[in-house]
C-alpha cells in the first residue's frame, strides 16, 4: 500500500512545475489517468488541481471519469435557466459549475468525460476528437460518427453524442468532453428543461440537441470498452504503454489542497453565486378564494442574491407595514428557495395573528418560492 | 524611456542601493539596477497596455464574462485579470507585469479583439518593463528555498523581484508572513521583516511579548556575507499578525434570527428548570428501538418528550397560547403544533409537527423523520415551519445540561434539554443507583404565565417521563 502511494507520489512530483523539470523515467510522451471517485465535485476539482499543478511540456495527460447523477452546467451560465432546480433538488442530483466554458450537460454512470490536458501551445480540440472518432470506428467500424465543426461528434449524421468545452490557463490549457454511451435519456431531457419563465440575462445559453447512446446503436457497447479504446487510441498516437494509471480525487498526499478545491466547488457561492447579473420578469396567477389575481413581480439577482424586488399586489392586500418589510428582507437574500422559506415564515411571527392575514402571506409565498 | 521619465519627477529621490544585483542581466531590458525607494504616494510609473494576446485556434475576438480586479487595484506578475469566453472555451488571462491597474477597455459582456489593449496597467517605477517571454532564472546560489517553496504541500507566492529581495538578504520565504491577497509575499513584507531583525525602522512594540524559541538565531545561514547585519538575538519579538476583520451583511439566516429575537426581547422570561431521572424511560426506549425500526423509522427520544408536553399541554392550555400585540387578549391554541429546533447547515430553523395532541409517539417519529431529512437538505416548506404553539430545544444532542432558552414568538413557552447524563442518585430504600439524568430548563411569558403554573407544567411531563407507564392512562 505505501510503496503504492510513494511511486505515485514520485511520478507525479516528477511532472510538477518545478524550475528543475525532471521526467518519470519512461520516455513517454503522455500519461493516462482514471479517477476511482463517481463524485462530480471530486473529479472536477482534481481536473482543476492537474491544470494548475502539473507540467505538460514533456508530458500531456489523458484524464478519465465518470459521474453518478448530476447537471453541470459551463462556468458563465445560468442555472436557472439552464435545468429544472426543482426537479434536481427533488430526485437528489447535483448541481456543478464546472471552470471551463460551453453549455449544460447531464452526467451519469452512462457517460463517460475525456479530459486532454496539454500546453497553451500544443492546445488543439479537433485533434482530440478525430482521435475519439478513430477509436469509436476502430472498435465498431460500422458506427457513422463524426466531429462537426461545432466540435460536437454526431451518430448517423443526426444525434449528438458528445459535447465538447475548454478551459485556456496562462501556461497550459484541456479540452474536456462527454460521451453518451448509456446515460437515462429520460431523466436527461427532464432535468435538462427550464420551467422558469421571464427570465432575461447575458448568461452563455445551451443549444439544445437531439441526443442518443452509442449503446442504442450497438448494445453490446459498454462504458469500459470505450473507456479502454480511447486509452489504446491515444497511447498509439504516442507511442507508449496505453496503462491506465488509477487516481483518488479525495487523496490529500497526493494532490495537497485538493480538499478545498473540492469543498469550494460545491459552496452556493460558486454553484449559484457566479451567475452573470439577470432579471426575472414575470406574473404570478394566484387562486384566492373565488378569484385569480395576476401579480406582476420583477426582480434583479446579481451574484445570485436578490438586488431589486418588486411585487405588484392589489392595494391594501397586505398590510403596507409587511410588504415592505417582505421587499426589505428579500433584498440582499439569495436567491434560493431554502432561505426564502426561512426568511418569510419568520416574518409572519412578527405580524398579527390573523388566519385571514397568514393565509394571504402564505399564497404569496409560496409563489414568489416557486420562481426559484 | 522609463528610466528619463523617473530623472525628471524630483519627488522620488534616488538612493544607490546596497542590493546591486549580480544577477543574469538579460533579465532586464535596461542595464541600469538602481533599486529606487518610492517615498510619496504618487508614483510616476510608465503606463503600459496589455493587449489580449493569441487565443490559439485562429480566434480574434471573444467575450468578456468577469472581471477581477478593477480600476486602482495593485496587481502582481501572473495575477488572473479576467475571464473571457470564445466558442465553449473559457480563458483565464494573467497579468504580465506589477503594477496598478489605470484602465478597463471593456465592460462585461463586450467583444474583445485579440491584439487590441484590454488593460492599462501603471508600471511599477524600478521595474521596467518585463520581457515577453517568461523568465527563468538562475540565481547565483542554489538556495532552493527560493524557488517555488512547497512548505507541506504550500507554496509561497512571491514575485521574481520580491525572491530577489528576499535571497540578497539571506532571508527565507517560509519565515515571512505575506500580506498579499492569497498570501502572497509583498515587497512590504520583506522590509517589515528586516526592520525588525534590526530594529531600526519600527520601534519595539510596548505590549507584552511572548518570548519566541531561539529556533530563529539558528536558522541564519552561517556562512559570511559581505552584507553582514549584526542581528541581535532577540529578547522579545512581537507576534507578526497578519489577520484583518471581515465585515459582511446579516442575510439569510441570520437576518430570520435577528428579526425573531428582536420581537422576543419584548417578552419579559422567567425561568424554571428541574432535573429528570430518565432511567426507565432509557430502558423502554431501548426495546422500542428494533420494532420502530422494523418500520422503517428511527426512535429518539423527542416523541417521547413532545408527546408528553402535550398532554401536559391538555392540563395547562395557558402554555399553548398567544397574547396578541396589544396585551388585551389571550387565544388559547386548539392544536398542540410542537416546534423542534434544528440545526442546519445554513443555521437555525423550527419546523414544528402539527396536532401532537392526537398522533401517537409512533406517529410523532415518523413526521420527525420527515421533518429532520428535508431540514438537512435544505428542502423544509413554509407550512412546516409555521403554526408552531410550543417549542421544544434538545440542545443535549450537542452538549450542555442547563440553559436560558428564548421563547419564539407568538409563543409563550419554550423548553430546552440538556444532555442525559449517568449520575449516582439515592432510591427510596437510602441506596446509591445508577441514574440517567437529563436537565430541562423552560421560559415562559411572565405577563401570563406564573411560576406556579409553570412548576406545576414540568412536575407533570416530568411524571410522564419518569414513569413511562402512566402515559398509558391519558393517551388520546
Known sequence: MVLQSLKNCLWLSCVLRTPKACFWSTTSGGLIIQSVSNDVYQNLAVEDWIHDHMDFEKQQVLFLWRNSPAVVIGRHQNPWQECNLRLLRQKNIKLARRRSGGGTVYHDLGNINLTFFTTRKKYERMENLKLIVKALKALRPQLDVHVTDRYDILLDRQYKVSGTAAKLGRTSAYHHCTLLCNADKFVLSSVLKSPYKGLRSNATPSVPASVKNLFEEDPSLTTEMLLDAIAKEYAMQRQMDHHINLINPADETLFPGISNKTKELQTWEWVYGKTPKFSISTCLNMAYKDSVLDVRVNMDVKHGRIEVCNIDLPEQWLPPGLYSELVKSLTGSKFCPNETTALVTTLLRVCPQDDELHSRWSLLCENMIMLM | ?476
Open chain 2, 1 to 476: 524611456v522609463c528610466f528619463h521619465r523617473v530623472r525628471s519627477c524630483s519627488s522620488i529621490r534616488f538612493i544607490k542601493s546596497k542590493y546591486v544585483c549580480v544577477f543574469d542581466k538579460s533579465a532586464l531590458k535596461f542595464s541600469h539596477q538602481q533599486r529606487l525607494f518610492r517615498t510619496s504616494a504618487v508614483s510616476c510609473g510608465q503606463i503600459v497596455q496589455f493587449k489580449l494576446s493569441d487565443i490559439g485556434e485562429g480566434i480574434t475576438e471573444v467575450t468578456v464574462k468577469e472581471w477581477y480586479i478593477k480600476e486602482g487595484d495593485s496587481v502582481s506578475q501572473f495575477d488572473s485579470i479576467c475571464e473571457v469566453q470564445s466558442d465553449k472555451a473559457s480563458v483565464t488571462i494573467t497579468s504580465r507585469y506589477d503594477g496598478v491597474i489605470r484602465k478597463l477597455h471593456y465592460s462585461i459582456d463586450d467583444i474583445a479583439f485579440v491584439g487590441k489593449p484590454l488593460v492599462d496597467i501603471e508600471i511599477d517605477a524600478s521595474k521596467g518593463v518585463a520581457p515577453e517571454e517568461d523568465v527563468v532564472e538562475t540565481p547565483p546560489m542554489s538556495h532552493e528555498e527560493h524557488t517555488h517553496q512547497e512548505i507541506k504541500g504550500h507554496k509561497t507566492l512571491a514575485t521574481p523581484a520580491v525572491r530577489r529581495l528576499a535571497m540578497e538578504n539571506n532571508i527565507k520565504l517560509s519565515e515571512v508572513v505575506g500580506t498579499g491577497k492569497d498570501n502572497r509575499i509583498l515587497k512590504e513584507d520583506i522590509l517589515n521583516y528586516l526592520a525588525k531583525q534590526t530594529g531600526a525602522i519600527l520601534p519595539p512594540s510596548p505590549k507584552a511579548e511572548i518570548v519566541p524559541p531561539p529556533r530563529k538565531t539558528e536558522t541564519v545561514p552561517a556562512a559570511p556575507k559581505d552584507k553582514a547585519h549584526k542581528i541581535p538575538i532577540p529578547v522579545s519579538r512581537p507576534i507578526a499578525f497578519s489577520g484583518k476583520d471581515k465585515t459582511e451583511p446579516v442575510t439569510g439566516f441570520q437576518k430570520a434570527m435577528v428579526k425573531t429575537m428582536s420581537a422576543a426581547l419584548k417578552i419579559p422570561h422567567f425561568g424554571y428548570c428541574d432535573e429528570i431521572d430518565l432511567t426507565q424511560l432509557v430502558q423502554l426506549r431501548e426495546e422500542l428501538k428494533p420494532l420502530a425500526e422494523l418500520r422503517g423509522v428511527k426512535l429518539s427520544f423527542m416523541p417521547f418528550f413532545i408527546k408528553a408536553a402535550s398532554l401536559g399541554l391538555l392540563q395547562y392550555p395557558i402554555l399553548n397560547a398567544s397574547l396578541d400585540e396589544n396585551c388585551q387578549n389571550v387565544t388559547y391554541k386548539a392544536s398542540h403544533n410542537i416546534g423542534v429546533a434544528m440545526d442546519t447547515e445554513q443555521g437555525l430553523i423550527v419546523p414544528n409537527v402539527k396536532n401532537v395532541q392526537v398522533c401517537s409517539v409512533f406517529d410523532i417519529a415518523v413526521e420527525l423523520n420527515r421533518l429532520q431529512s428535508l431540514g438537512s437538505a435544505g428542502q423544509l416548506g413554509t407550512s412546516d415551519l409555521t403554526g408552531g404553539t410550543f417549542t421544544l430545544s434538545n440542545i443535549g444532542t450537542i452538549g450542555g445540561t442547563y440553559a436560558k432558552p428564548v421563547i419564539l414568538p407568538p409563543e409563550v413557552a419554550i423548553g430546552a434539554l440538556g444532555k442525559i447524563q449517568v449520575l449516582p442518585r439515592f432510591n427510596g430504600k437510602g441506596e446509591v443507583f445508577k441514574a440517567q439524568i437529563m436537565n430541562v430548563s423552560w421560559s415562559a411569558d411572565h405577563r401570563i404565565i406564573d411560576g406556579a403554573t409553570m412548576a406545576r407544567f414540568s412536575n407533570l411531563w416530568k411524571s410522564y417521563l419518569e414513569n413511562p407507564a402512566s402515559m398509558l392512562l391519558d393517551l388520546k
